[in-house]
């Protein structure tokens, strides 16, 4: 199977890690929902660290500390807190909005990280950068109509564009930390900065959790942990211009999922609020923005000799 894998184009098995990253990343909304209903977010987001972090000390028992060691303790600090509190926003509207609905929102996040990096990088501001966001936040304004009282936004949507943001600006923090950092300690540091700030929060609202919001919850952190080594995988050995039209497959696996576990459709109007973000998004000059960085690797995380750059998106 890995020979056979290994004979196919770089660009290829990056479209296909892309893809079953999007996959995998459903199931952990799966997970969320499924467990939201029963313990506050607060506690979900401790649950899931705990046991992530159970299991990571496992691993390190087997392969040694070497591969957490970092340069970059605060930039390791600042995604924890980003990741984990756009995690926080993103559980909540899955509480409000079906697991379809939340992804498509979460669509905007690569417009996002698009306008972040001109401000706060200083990357050129281009015409079609600029024309791709408006048509962005159109797309979103459509996926909102249906949800309007007034000029007023439900928690739900309000939730969701925040944990886009939130991701949006972690991305620029991986970005420039995989020049130094391996893909194991940008997996593992952020479930300790989890640790020491939703472990305490949820002690203060702890609700009694059964033997299954465990297991989900763990479900959760495995599934989150898989999702963004495959996404690593993805653009250490394709071009980002390539695989991002993949993670628009999680829009599909989305509605599957709906329809599986919780017998729930969107409304249409949010395929077309989605379809006008991918649209705003293709529409994105990736060759005139961020440039690939050098990646630190570690141990076997190198797929073959062509992964030496990523811009990676954890």
Request: aromatic share 12%.
């Amino acid at each position: 199977m890995t020979g056979t894998l290994l004979r196919l184009s770089g660009n290829f098995r990056g479209v296909l890690w892309m893809t079953a990253a999007m996959a995998s990343g459903v199931f952990v909304d799966v997970c969320a929902k499924l467990v939201s209903h029963d313990v506050p977010t607060a506690q979900i987001l401790a649950m899931r660290a705990v046991t992530t972090v159970a299991v990571f000390l496992v691993i390190l028992t087997f392969i040694g500390t070497r591969s957490i060691r970092t340069k970059r303790p605060y930039a390791h600090l600042a995604r924890g807190m980003l990741w984990y509190g756009s995690l926080f926003f993103v559980f909540f509207a899955l509480r409000q909005m079906s697991i379809a609905e939340v992804n498509a929102y979460l669509f905007i996040e690569a417009l996002l990280t698009v306008m972040l990096a001109v401000v706060i990088l200083g990357e050129k501001l281009t015409a079609r950068k600029v024309t791709a966001t408006v048509l962005g936040l159109v797309g979103v304004w459509v996926m909102c109509v249906p949800k309007m009282d007034g000029f007023g936004v439900p928690l739900g949507v309000a939730a969701a564009l925040i944990g886009a943001f939130c991701f949006s600006a972690q991305t620029l923090f991986a970005k420039v930390m995989t020049r130094t950092e391996t893909n194991f300690s940008m997996l593992f540091w952020p479930q300790i900065v989890a640790i020491v700030i939703w472990v305490p929060v949820a002690v203060i609202m702890w609700q009694p959790a059964a033997l299954a919001d465990w297991l989900y919850s763990a479900g959760a952190g495995f599934f989150a942990i898989l999702t963004n080594y495959m996404v690593l995988r993805a653009v250490r050995v394709a071009d980002a211009s390539v695989i991002s039209p993949a993670a628009y497959t999680a829009l599909p696996f989305s509605v599957a999922m709906d329809l599986i576990f919780f017998d729930m459709l969107p409304v249409p109007v949010i395929f077309i609020g989605a379809g006008i973000v991918v649209l705003a998004v293709a529409l994105l000059d990736y060759k005139g923005g961020a440039k690939p960085v050098p990646v630190a690797l570690a141990g076997h995380d190198n797929d073959d000799d062509d992964s030496k750059v990523a811009t990676a998106k954890v």
